[in-house]
């Protein structure tokens, strides 16, 4: 075996401990080396690839929101160093999550390129690395954003190596796009709602996003920007966006025609331990929805939306009810023979919502007072005893310095489980997908790389059809900018693991996060050395670990 270059606590990781979803060793008992030379043993080993995505997405998802302009912490603190910038050092809580999780993903990888020379040779062999491959590219496009240059490494480990130099950022890129179009040379056309893996649309699709993304670099080209349009293209490839808003998250839908990639979980799969199997992101965006005897799910009260995300739409727009729960109701419900009045849940389960009463309601922006009172008098009836008007204002992020109390930020519902696991009382555990990319971010991905690549009136288009389905008025041309589209993926995104890198790629992190984030101010980001934290800092558990200590820590740090 090659000599390879590698960091000594992701090899330990990889090799020592066991993965919470995956178990790579046959049932049978036989030897991993003899399984996977084997047809049978080899699309086991490409599953548990696939399955290592929940590794990556599944937990805390502070890397991806954290910090910005639409998430702020509530009553409950986030990690000061991510979500803040003035704490935010190499050994600061959460830094390793994606630098740590995205190497257990490629060390995966690697061991299935590997045993593709070694294996049963099928036809479909290539297909199969194909995918492997996607998967590898999205994880150290991860990386690239989030730390920078990172080191490369494409062999399969089969023992501890003590020291590892780090490649450059172009370095990275160059990979990854050497894996996609790998990827896409191999990768089928079955469409991911009934096949459900990796195929030409989805590596179309994050070949976009990877070109416009480098497009803003200082290595980046004008042609990076026309490839990503054309790209984006090619994943769109002339659907229309034709499925409602609200049908695109409804539970039970995550494998809907507009789905390109996602994270699948399974109900039955979680049986071994439901209370950690599972993902968390239903468990951000909304405030506390009160204890166990609510019968409602557990929130976290942390990554709540800030007045800025809050004030982006507009009357009329249909993603307003469909992505945030501007009614929470309460109603019976039978367990075990005890019937008792719930709350929240009863949206999703009821067989007679007319009976059921609002505990709370959510004012949007654009309600004048007339508007107030013709509201209250409207559903005089359906308010419940201890019924509550939240004022326009006065349910986001920053209004729990004045009020904190349980159901004081409007919840996010796009997200919701209302078949879970376990109890809420148990723990933040959903078995819904996640959904990594769909449609509608991409046309907006099309937008932004045809107004980069100087082709406003196409990009435009694209965008439009977006707000075409929210059921919105066009964008002019004289509004259409990178702010204009920030805010038009705000409106779309809210809660899809984005907006950091949106705002890092963008070269709009400073400036957004100080104006709309109520914790942070554009001194926050100046670190040690006078210079901006933009990429995290490498994790200091990586550089303790490493023999060789000529390796460079990002700026700021």
Same mark, same amino acid.
């Given at each position: 075996?090659?000599?390879?270059?590698?960091?000594?606590?992701?090899?330990?990781?990889?090799?020592? *401990?066991? *993965?919470?979803?995956?178990?790579?060793?046959?049932?049978?008992?036989?030897?991993?080396?003899?399984? $996977?030379?084997?047809?049978?043993?080899?699309?086991?080993?490409?599953?548990?690839?696939?399955?290592?995505?929940?590794?990556?997405?599944?937990?805390?998802?502070?890397?991806?929101?954290?910090?910005?302009?639409?998430?702020?912490?509530? /009553?409950?603190?986030?990690?000061?160093? #991510?979500?803040?910038?003035?704490?935010?050092?190499?050994?600061?809580?959460?830094?390793?999550?994606?630098?740590?999780?995205?190497?257990?993903?490629?060390?995966?990888?690697?061991?299935?390129?590997?045993?593709?020379?070694?294996?049963?040779?099928?036809?479909?062999?290539?297909?199969?690395?194909?995918?492997?491959? $996607?998967?590898?590219?999205?994880?150290?496009?991860?990386?690239?954003?989030?730390?920078? +240059?990172?080191?490369?490494?494409?062999?399969?480990?089969?023992?501890?190596?003590?020291?590892?130099? /780090?490649?450059?950022?172009?370095?990275?890129?160059?990979?990854?796009?050497?894996?996609?179009?790998?990827?896409?040379?191999?990768?089928?056309?079955?469409?991911?709602?009934?096949?459900?893996?990796?195929?030409?649309?989805?590596?179309?699709?994050?070949?976009?996003?990877?070109?416009?993304? /480098?497009?803003?670099?200082?290595?980046?080209?004008?042609?990076?920007?026309?490839?990503?349009?054309?790209?984006?293209?090619?994943?769109?490839?002339?659907?229309?966006?034709?499925?409602?808003?609200?049908?695109?998250?409804?539970?039970?839908?995550?494998?809907?025609?507009?789905?390109?990639?996602?994270?699948?979980?399974?109900?039955?799969?979680?049986?071994?331990?439901?209370?950690?199997?599972?993902?968390?992101?239903?468990?951000?965006? *909304?405030?506390?929805?009160?204890? &166990?005897?609510?019968?409602?799910?557990?929130?976290?009260?942390?990554?709540?939306?800030?007045?800025?995300?809050?004030?982006?739409?507009?009357? +009329?727009?249909?993603?307003?009810?469909?992505?945030?729960?501007?009614?929470?109701?309460?109603?019976?419900?039978?367990?075990?023979?005890?019937?008792?009045?719930?709350?929240?849940?009863?949206?999703?389960?009821?067989?007679?919502? &007319?009976?059921?009463?609002?505990?709370?309601?959510?004012?949007?922006?654009?309600?004048?007072?007339?508007?107030?009172?013709?509201?209250?008098?409207?559903?005089?009836?359906?308010?419940?005893?201890?019924?509550?008007?939240?004022?326009?204002?006065?349910?986001?992020?920053?209004?729990?310095?004045?009020?904190?109390?349980?159901?004081?930020?409007?919840?996010?519902?796009?997200?919701?489980?209302?078949?879970?696991?376990?109890?809420?009382?148990?723990?933040?555990?959903?078995?819904?997908?996640?959904?990594?990319?769909?449609?509608?971010?991409?046309?907006?991905?099309?937008?932004?790389?045809?107004?980069?690549?100087?082709?406003?009136?196409?990009?435009?288009?694209?965008?439009?059809?977006?707000? /075409?389905? &929210? +059921?919105?008025?066009?964008?002019?041309?004289?509004?259409?900018?990178?702010?204009? #589209?920030?805010?038009?993926?705000?409106?779309?995104?809210?809660?899809?693991?984005?907006?950091?890198?949106?705002?890092?790629?963008?070269?709009?992190?400073?400036?957004?996060?100080?104006?709309?984030?109520?914790?942070?101010?554009?001194?926050?980001?100046?670190?040690?050395?006078?210079?901006?934290?933009?990429?995290?800092?490498?994790?200091?558990?990586?550089?303790?670990?490493?023999?060789?200590?000529?390796?460079?820590?990002?700026? +700021?740090?």
């Amino acid at each position: 075996m090659k000599k390879i270059i590698l960091i000594l606590g992701i090899i330990a990781t990889a090799f020592s *401990s066991c *993965s919470d979803y995956i178990e790579e060793e046959s049932l049978s008992n036989v030897p991993a080396d003899a399984t $996977y030379k084997t047809a049978s043993g080899f699309q086991l080993l490409v599953n548990s690839n696939y399955a290592r995505l929940k590794g990556i997405y599944g937990g805390n998802p502070w890397l991806f929101e954290s910090g910005t302009d639409m998430y702020a912490e509530g /009553r409950t603190p986030e990690p000061a160093g #991510i979500s803040q910038y003035t704490l935010l050092i190499p050994s600061a809580a959460n830094v390793d999550d994606l630098y740590t999780s995205c190497y257990q993903q490629i060390q995966s990888v690697n061991n299935t390129v590997y045993y593709s020379t070694v294996t049963e040779q099928t036809p479909n062999l290539n297909t199969l690395v194909g995918e492997a491959k $996607y998967l590898r590219a999205n994880a150290y496009f991860l990386l690239v954003q989030t730390y920078g +240059g990172v080191p490369i490494v494409l062999n399969n480990i089969t023992e501890p190596v003590l020291s590892f130099k /780090r490649n450059t950022a172009e370095e990275v890129y160059t990979q990854i796009i050497a894996d996609l179009d790998a990827a896409l040379a191999s990768v089928g056309t079955t469409a991911y709602a009934t096949g459900g893996k990796v195929n030409k649309r989805a590596v179309n699709d994050l070949l976009a996003k990877v070109y416009l993304t /480098r497009g803003y670099e200082t290595f980046g080209t004008p042609s990076d920007f026309t490839k990503a349009a054309a790209y984006a293209d090619a994943a769109i490839a002339g659907q229309a966006l034709n499925l409602a808003f609200d049908q695109l998250f409804k539970p039970g839908n995550d494998l809907n025609a507009e789905t390109i990639f996602s994270v699948q979980y399974d109900k039955a799969s979680t049986s071994t331990d439901p209370t950690k199997l599972g993902n968390n992101q239903f468990y951000y965006f *909304s405030s506390y929805l009160g204890g &166990a005897e609510t019968g409602a799910p557990l929130r976290s009260y942390n990554l709540c939306p800030t007045d800025y995300a809050l004030g982006l739409y507009e009357k +009329g727009d249909k993603r307003w009810d469909a992505t945030f729960m501007t009614e929470i109701l309460e109603g019976p419900e039978t367990t075990n023979g005890v019937t008792k009045t719930i709350l929240y849940y009863p949206y999703y389960r009821s067989t007679t919502p &007319a009976t059921l009463k609002v505990r709370h309601f959510y004012e949007p922006k654009w309600f004048t007072p007339a508007d107030r009172l013709a509201w209250n008098t409207a559903n005089a009836s359906r308010k419940s005893a201890t019924f509550v008007y939240h004022p326009w204002g006065e349910y986001s992020a920053a209004h729990t310095l004045i009020q904190n109390l349980d159901c004081y930020t409007i919840p996010v519902k796009k997200f919701d489980d209302p078949d879970p696991t376990t109890p809420s009382s148990t723990g933040p555990v959903s078995t819904r997908d996640i959904i990594v990319s769909r449609l509608g971010e991409t046309y907006l991905i099309a937008a932004e790389a045809y107004l980069k690549a100087g082709n406003a009136s196409t990009g435009l288009d694209r965008l439009n059809e977006v707000r /075409r389905r &929210a +059921g919105v008025a066009n964008a002019t041309a004289a509004q259409f900018n990178i702010d204009y #589209i920030l805010d038009e993926r705000g409106r779309e995104l809210v809660g899809e693991y984005k907006r950091w890198f949106d705002l890092k790629r963008t070269g709009t992190l400073v400036a957004r996060a100080s104006a709309y984030n109520y914790k942070i101010k554009a001194a926050n980001f100046v670190g040690v050395d006078g210079k901006l934290k933009i990429l995290r800092p490498i994790p200091q558990s990586a550089l303790d670990l490493n023999q060789n200590k000529d390796f460079p820590q990002n700026p +700021g740090y």
